[in-house]
Every structure is written in structure tokens, then in C-alpha cells.
């Protein structure tokens, strides 16, 4: 047993070179992957209003980020679409469309800057008009019928370019769908990092807003996981690899770091976590009124989700980081 005055904690504390000597977690730029929001919007950005200090960008301005990205050493950005209303429709049909928004963007930041990843959401709630992830009949989301458009929406945005699939619709079943069409179309190499263990959350919000899908008809409690579950996560994440994950993902991050943590015990696998928009929100609204510090915040929640095992985060931070980092 350790015992004061023999051992006193406080010397490992002392002085700035020996707490970089004895510190156990290393945040690097490449732990971080950047959410960027893009729009077919006349305007090359937007604010977004609940989420200070982040926009809606042009093709052309996501090109300009996947630059900034590989220039910062951040691996990866993953892209969400705010899809012009009169294109959505019950099936998200939109999702498909060779020449749609997402693939515009995936092509021109791959144009820019190859050596940045590029993640695509895989989920058709930017493109239906009631804002579910997924095919809706008589209130129900339909899981199957879901699935094949998933697979659709999948190959269109690897024939543009896209390095990695992000599967966030929580149907069942559909990461071993999206993998076998993956083989047979001869996409060997596509990555798929699945949103696993995805809760039903209200940290949500201020996305809904970015993406323009606020108007939600319901909720998402019939596909997405109770937050009280965490055994539940672990069957999840047990399916998805089974089913040809190469990486994992803990949705939301903060409140769900016991999650991450589990998921990396138990499978020593990728793993990642997304500090989701309302995260995000919480900590620059403190900021702006003073009552944190809101850098100091943002490296520490960071540090925080590196500690509980992750191996990167999904963030809108992600830049603002990494300038901090290189400096
Ligand atoms: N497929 C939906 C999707 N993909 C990413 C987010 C949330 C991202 C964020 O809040 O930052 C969501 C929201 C939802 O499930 O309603
Ligand atoms: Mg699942």
C-alpha cells in the first residue's frame, strides 16, 4: 500500500514537465474526425444559429475544408447534407441521385485534397419529408424495405468517391446488407464505421436544425436505443462487426462515455464517439455567456473521450482543435 508521506501524488503534479511526463492520454489532430454540414444554398456559407461558430457550407467551401483538414492533420471529415425541402419526398428518394448534393461533395473535397478520408452518412433522414431515417408507412418505419435503399444510397456514394460508409438509420440487419452489395459490386477496400450503439437522444436538436429535417415527425424511439440500455449496446456492436464493421461508433459522446469504454474492453475494435450537436451547443452557449471557459472545455471533453477509450471523435470542433494542437 502506498502511503503518505512516502508517497505524496502531489510531486507527479508539481511542475508543467512532469505532468507531461507522467500524462496518460494524447490528443493529436488525428484523433479527430470534422463534421461539416453542406448545402445547395445560393449563399457559400450560412451561420448555423444553434450552433455558434459553425455553417452550412457551398461544394465549393466543403472543398476549401477538406484542404484546411489535411493541412491541420485531421484524417477525415464526415459530411451531412441540408437538403432543399421541395426535393424531399416519404422515401428519401433524393438519397440516390448520382448527382445529388452529397456525391457533388464528396467528389469535390476528394478533388481538393485525396488525402483527406471522407466519411458519408448513410440514412435517409435529410431527404424524407417527415424526417425519419427511414421509409414510413401507416406511422411504422419500415426495417426492410429501409435497408435496400441503404444499400442504394451506399453504392452511389462510393461511385463518387466516398472512402468510408457511416450507417446512423439503426435498422437491423443492415450493416451485412450494405457489405455484401459492397463485395459484389467489387468495392473491396470501403470502409464502414457503423453507428452501432446510437441512442434515441435529445442532443440531436441543434442538427436537426443544421440539416433542415426539424420538423421530425415523432421520435426515433422505435429504431433508435433507449438511453437507460447498455448491455443492449454491447449486442449491437457484436452484430455489426459480425456483419463486416471495420469500425464502431457510441452516439452521443459525453453522457455515454461508460458506453465507449465497454465497447472497447469487450472488442478491441475501432472505436469512436460523436460529441453530437447539442454537445456542441452546450458548451459554446456556456461559453458566450461567460460561464465557462470555452476552449478550456472543449480540449478537456476531448482529452475526456480519449481517456474512456475511444479512438477519435467526431466533433465541429475538430478545426478549432487541431489549430490549438498544432500550435
Ligand atoms: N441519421 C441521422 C443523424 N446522423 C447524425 C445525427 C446527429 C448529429 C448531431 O446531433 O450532431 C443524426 C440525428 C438523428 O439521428 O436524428
Ligand atoms: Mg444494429
Not at 453542406?38 to 450552433?51: K, L
Not at 461567460?290 to 477509450?309: A, N, P, Y
Request: some cysteine.
Amino acid at each position: 500500500m502506498a502511503l503518505f508521506p512516502n508517497t505524496r501524488l502531489r510531486r507527479t503534479r508539481s511542475q508543467p514537465w512532469i505532468r507531461d511526463l507522467v500524462r496518460e492520454t494524447h490528443l493529436t489532430p488525428h484523433d479527430l474526425i470534422w463534421t461539416i454540414v453542406v448545402s445547395d444554398s445560393a449563399d457559400p456559407i450560412e451561420p448555423v444559429e444553434a450552433m455558434p461558430g459553425t455553417v452550412r457550407m457551398s461544394v465549393a467551401e466543403a472543398a476549401k475544408a477538406a484542404k484546411r483538414a489535411r493541412d491541420l492533420g485531421i484524417p477525415a471529415i464526415a459530411v451531412f447534407p441540408h437538403i432543399d425541402p421541395s426535393l424531399k419526398d416519404n422515401s428519401g428518394t433524393e438519397a440516390l441521385n448520382p448527382d445529388g448534393l452529397v456525391m457533388r461533395a464528396v467528389k469535390a473535397m476528394k478533388d481538393a485534397a485525396p488525402e483527406v478520408g471522407i466519411i458519408c452518412d448513410v440514412a435517409l433522414d435529410p431527404f424524407t419529408d417527415h424526417g425519419h431515417d427511414g421509409v414510413m408507412e401507416g406511422g411504422v418505419i419500415l426495417n426492410d424495405a429501409t435497408v435496400d435503399l441503404l444499400i442504394a444510397q451506399s453504392l452511389a456514394q462510393v461511385e463518387a468517391g466516398c472512402d468510408v460508409l457511416a450507417p446512423s438509420d439503426m435498422m437491423d440487419g443492415r450493416i451485412g446488407a450494405i457489405r455484401n452489395a459492397l463485395e459484389e459490386a467489387g468495392h473491396t477496400d470501403t470502409l464502414i464505421l457503423s453507428y452501432a450503439a446510437k441512442y434515441a437522444s435529445g442532443f440531436y436538436g441543434p442538427y436537426r436544425s443544421a440539416i433542415g429535417s426539424a420538423a421530425l415527425q415523432g421520435d426515433k424511439k422505435t429504431y433508435q436505443m433507449d438511453p437507460a440500455n447498455t448491455d443492449e449496446a454491447l449486442r449491437e456492436v457484436a452484430m455489426d462487426i459480425e456483419e463486416g464493421a471495420d469500425m464502431v461508433m457510441v452516439k452521443p459522446g459525453l453522457p455515454y462515455l461508460d458506453i465507449v469504454t465497454r465497447v472497447k474492453e469487450a472488442f478491441g475494435v475501432p472505436t469512436y464517439a460523436f460529441q453530437v450537436s447539442g454537445e456542441y451547443a452546450m458548451i459554446m452557449a456556456a461559453a458566450q455567456n461567460g460561464w465557462i471557459d470555452g476552449e478550456r472545455v472543449m480540449m478537456e471533453t476531448l482529452t475526456c473521450f480519449k481517456r474512456s477509450g475511444a479512438d477519435g471523435i467526431l466533433t465541429y470542433f475538430a478545426p478549432t482543435a487541431a489549430e490549438i494542437l498544432g500550435e
